[in-house]
């Protein structure tokens, strides 16, 4: 997000981006960094406004509003609102307080950051954008089987299960591997399932696989890279999302449910949080978090339908209208915008021409 958002404004208005792209075990030393290089940019150039791209990095935010009178808009997530340490929530909702505006990428992180006394208007919901482009609605003749091989599955015609993301307990695949598979196997065998990702729930997911007999059914990748993953989606007949509710660890968003819709495919996820957001109704259904039944009815359903690579075009089409970066970004530049001029206004000079 943050290298789409940065590149993304950076063609319509002069900007200076000062980024981390480096483990989170060296974050103390980037803010060191970031301090020097941001004191450096705000005693050389012309900064109007600054963008902070996390909560964790707004007490930076406020000691440069306090060095220099700019302007300060920050982005929220979700975790980074609701991280259940109390030093943490001492001091960051007071920064985010103090900010200019808080761009929320969901409803639900909105929410979370006016449960802590930001203030509603200044809290504004952008979410996240994704190109289409770098993802495809179907893979060259022959290279769905060669895929499917390589990741130890044995019939190319079988339909194909996906899920992609951290294995971690807020994403409920160990009991649906445990609760909703079996239903779904006890009505249809023809499919498999592939989920793509690590994380500490792994040894808990296997052990559930197994305790079901479902070696032949549920594939774990792992990692992978950049293009198994595009084709891993553009084979995938519907992208699974079963979340369940998780006390300090929220999804703000489900950025993975946009990437499966760029690729055509029909979601069914579980209505919570910020995911019901990134769904739209004709692209897929929202079950109830913990509801294992309706999770299998509603998988039935979508594999029964037979859709065509036309459909998922037109799905494609649905979402570049909606999330495309591009439209992102001139969303962004209207609040960067607006901020400026009510900065201006208040300090009773001309608006600038660039932020």
Known sequence: MSYRLTTGVSKHVAARIISWGGSQRWLPFFLISASLRALIALSRDDVTLIHIG??????????????????????????????????????????????????????????????????????????????????????PAGERQIRLASWGVNSSQDKVLLTVGRLVVRKGLAPFVSEAL????????????????????????ESAVQSQGLGERVKLLGRVNREALRAA??????????????????????????EARAAG???????????????????????????????????????????????????????????????IIERYLQVFQEVTEE?????GAPIADRY
Not at 182 to 205: F, H, S
Request: with cysteine.
């Open 343 to 347: 900065h201006n206004t208040r300090r």
């Open 182 to 205: 079996p239903r779904l196997m006890a009505k249809r065998q023809d499919w498999v399932y592939l989920i793509i990702g690590d994380g500490p729930e792994r040894g808990d997911i």
């Open 233 to 258: 989606y553009a084979l995938a007949d519907l992208f699974v999302m079963p979340n369940v509710p998780t006390p300090g660890d929220p999804e703000g968003f489900g950025l993975v449910t946009l």
């Open 54 to 139: 996390d909560p964790v990095l707004a007490p930076l935010g406020i000691a440069l509003r306090i060095l220099r009178q700019v302007p300060m808009v920050v982005n929220a997530h979700g975790l980074d609102v609701t991280f259940r340490f109390p030093p943490y929530q001492a001091v960051i909702p007071a920064c985010l307080r103090r900010m200019d505006r808080v761009i929320c990428i969901s409803t639900y992180t909105r929410e979370q950051c006016l449960q802590r006394g930001v203030p509603a208007e200044r809290c504004v919901v952008i979410p996240l954008g994704i190109e289409i482009g770098d993802y495809a609605a179907a893979l």
């Open 265 to 327: 495919v029909p979601v069914v996820a579980a209505d919570l949080e910020g995911i019901g957001e990134t769904i739209a109704e004709q692209d897929g259904t929202l079950v109830r978090p913990g509801d294992w039944p309706a999770f299998a009815s509603s998988i039935r359903s979508w594999l029964d339908r037979q859709e065509t690579v036309a459909d998922r075009e037109r799905r494609r089409q649905r979402l570049q209208a909606e999330f495309a970066w591009s439209r």
